[in-house]
């Protein structure tokens, strides 16, 4: 016993202890990286270069081979020619020019012609003596000089002399044949490509073209020194199209991938430099980044342990020791990784689904139990990351995103199975049902993955989903009051051996107020169907009924159910000093299962059962026998108000059962009225203000007291005198 009192000394230390939580979460971590050190740790290979390799290798991550795609590029690029662009304008520009010329050829010629009028004129006015030396037409020279000033620099240095002056001399018929022939040439010659290579070409071309032109035999060499002149260069390298083109070439190539999953290197291929080059590249041989994975590790983790501090900060009342329920946590998180990661070491023998036994969902139903809900599924969660990196043997990356979705499916499966049905005799259903949800996910997967898989294949996965749900449920049994006992839960075998009427306190009921025990043998079997009908734990508010009243047995005779055949004892006191007597019940039992070391639970509710209500029958009583004003306040319980749902159903249960206790006929009709008149009575003095429940939860409490009242006060036939003693007789 001793022992015994100083490991609950030193446990209650502990979980006071300041920097517990800190501790806690440290632990976490480390448990969390150990667990996934191994399969996050670059792998070694033995591999050297040029010599055959000795596993198959496989890429863990698909990443571009920038080389690769950069050298591709660059041969699309060169395979792009240059472009070269057809000035179509030089045409135009050309024929302009030989038209141009021939233009000044025939305004020179009529500017020759107006002047030999003009003088001929003048002469014709002079004497026949004056008139000997008759004027001429001017010559080719003169028609030059007066062409000259016309033309531009660059022409009359390019084009010989003779051609001007030939074109000078002939007719305008024969300069309109010559322009024609020549326009028509040089316009066809510079619609076609002329690049730099091609010019003497083209004006060999115009050459020939313009030879059996019919142009006067005189005008032939002069058009074809002028064709050739006009012929130039029409087609020019484009440097901003050629850039444009090969662009489109560059960016119309595909990267080259190393795919995850990829096979880099076959076993017994032989090791070349670009397999060298590709391992590195996924960093398989790159020793310099060997840290990476773990400092990612590290983030995964500080994230995962934000969710955990959030919620434990945020979803556990600051009432309850949040050092208790964080310890609780850690030690069923650390079970569920250890099982992990003992699980998957049978990895190593090849078969990679071995994760599907794993009973994961065990944490979070021990978590939706011990704490809560929440609390259970960001559990959930975090296993179900956990688990994808400890399971990752076999698939190529980091993570096994298939046996991530099936922990986290089949653990909400649990979670929420519970949530319908919050009862502890239905874990094993429960288990059921995540069985149930493991085998939809493995088919699912499977198929998914549209792999050819067999029969065997297909049943050793059903089984290990079966077998994990089961296990899972029967170690969530086992487990469950290990932690209720450890940490001082109220576990269901306690509250077992604390209904045994045989318990010292029953005992002391039973003997020394018998009319409180039936009362409180009828309160519990109450409390318990209401309780259930909402949910909540029928076992706790039986076994608190039980101890509810046990205050009562310090006076009991002051207490109408135990007054049996004795005069009433508040009829010769005064109401003030009855009611200290009646409202010192609910602290006196609570002192009372204090010193016998009851569980808080059931020593809240008889502390709260009573709540803040009013005495009304002593208050009335008081105030017909004072003439100074009565407070009502001097006439309630001391509190506090019911704290939970339980202890607000035994408070409505030990109201409604000692009123229907009163009643001279009870009816269903009547016992309805009386139930909803009591929780309505409690509801609008604020008795429910402190607890969750709801008035839907209010509802279904009345109900269930109404069936179970009934149940008990049922009408029964009366039977006429005679025949009910033929009846005994006969029986």
Request: charged share 25%; proline share 4%.
């Amino acid at each position: 016993m001793g022992k015994k009192k100083k490991s609950f000394q030193l446990f209650s230390t502990i979980k006071a202890f300041r920097f517990l939580h800190i501790a806690i979460y440290i632990l976490l971590c480390g448990i969390m990286f150990f667990a996934m050190y191994s399969n996050v740790k670059p792998k070694e290979l033995n591999i050297d270069p040029f010599q055959p390799s000795k596993e198959t290798i496989r890429s863990p991550l698909t990443i571009e081979d920038k080389e690769s795609t950069k050298r591709k590029q660059d041969e699309a690029a060169k395979e792009v020619e240059d472009v070269y662009t057809l000035k179509k304008e030089y045409a135009d520009n050309r024929v302009d020019l030989i038209s141009s010329i021939f233009d000044l050829i025939v305004e020179t010629n009529d500017e020759a012609e107006e002047i030999y009028n003009s003088t001929k004129k003048e002469w014709e006015k002079l004497s026949e003596e004056d008139r000997k030396n008759a004027p001429e037409k001017l010559t080719s020279s003169e028609k030059l000089r007066m062409l000259e000033p016309k033309l531009p620099a660059d022409l009359t240095d390019r084009i010989p002399v003779s051609v001007f002056t030939a074109l000078l001399e002939a007719t305008p018929d024969q300069l309109s044949r010559a322009e024609d022939a020549i326009i028509t040439a040089v316009n066809n010659i510079m619609k076609t490509r002329i690049p730099a290579s091609e010019v003497q070409n083209a004006k060999k071309k115009i050459e020939e073209e313009l030879r059996y032109t019919s142009v006067d035999t005189s005008l032939k060499n002069p058009i074809k020194e002028l064709g050739q002149f006009a012929v130039i260069q029409n087609e020019y390298y484009d440097v901003d199209l050629t850039e444009e083109e090969r662009q489109q070439a560059i960016d119309a190539v595909e990267p080259v991938k190393i795919l995850q999953g990829q096979i880099i290197v076959k076993e017994g291929q032989l090791v070349s430099r670009d397999m060298i080059k590709q391992l590195k590249l996924v960093g398989l041989l790159n020793s310099d980044n060997s840290v990476q994975p773990f400092t990612g590790l590290m983030i995964i983790i500080l994230l995962m342990m934000a969710a955990i501090i959030y919620y434990f900060q945020s979803e556990v009342p600051t009432d309850r020791n949040r050092n208790f329920y964080l310890l609780l946590f850690a030690i069923i998180f650390s079970i569920t990784i250890v099982l992990m990661k003992m699980i998957s070491l049978f990895q190593q023998i090849d078969y990679s689904e071995i994760g599907y036994i794993v009973p994961v969902a065990m944490g979070a139903l021990l978590v939706k139990l011990l704490i809560n809900e929440k609390v259970a599924i960001i559990s959930s969660m975090i296993f179900a990351i956990c688990g994808s990196i400890i399971f990752n043997e076999g698939v190529t990356g980091t993570l096994n995103f298939s046996i991530g979705v099936y922990f986290l499916f089949g653990s909400l499966a649990g979670i929420l199975f519970l949530s319908k049905h919050n009862r502890r005799g239905k874990i094993l259903q429960a288990g059921l049902f995540v069985s149930l949800i493991n085998i939809a996910l493995i088919l699912s997967i499977m198929l998914l993955k549209n792999g050819n898989y067999s029969s065997l294949d297909f049943g050793s996965s059903v089984i290990m989903a079966v077998a994990s749900g089961i296990i899972a449920s029967v170690l969530t049994i086992g487990l469950l009051p290990f932690f209720e006992g450890g940490f001082g839960i109220l576990s269901t075998i306690k509250l077992i051996e604390l209904s045994n009427p045989n318990h010292p306190l029953l005992r002391k009921i039973l003997t020394e107020a018998p009319g409180t025990y039936h009362h409180s043998v009828m309160v519990a079997n109450l409390s318990e169907s209401a309780s259930e009908a909402i949910g909540e734990n029928g076992l706790l508010a039986r076994v608190a009924s039980y101890y509810h009243d046990i205050g009562k047995t310090k006076r009991p005779h002051f207490f109408i159910e135990n007054q049996m055949n004795i005069e009433n004892p508040h009829d010769n006191i005064a109401p003030q000093l009855s009611k200290t007597i009646i409202v010192s019940h609910a602290t006196d039992g609570a002192e009372v299962l204090r010193k016998y070391k009851m569980p808080k639970e059931i020593v809240d509710i008889a502390e709260q059962h009573h709540g803040t209500t009013l005495l009304k029958f002593f208050y009335h009583k008081a105030k017909q026998q004072s003439d100074r004003e009565i407070l009502e306040s001097d006439f309630r319980y001391p509190g506090p108000k019911a704290q939970t749902k339980v202890a607000t159903v035994i408070g409505i249960a030990d109201s409604v059962e000692a009123a229907v206790r009163s009643m001279s006929n009870p009816t269903p009709q009547k016992i309805e009225a009386l139930v909803n008149n009591i929780i309505s009575d409690r509801l609008q003095d604020g008795q429910f203000d402190e607890c969750d429940i709801t008035l839907k939860e209010l509802d279904i409490i009345a109900k269930a007291l109404c069936e179970s009242l009934n149940g008990i006060f049922h009408s029964r036939i009366e039977y006429p005198a005679e025949a009910t003693k033929q009846k005994v007789k006969e029986a």
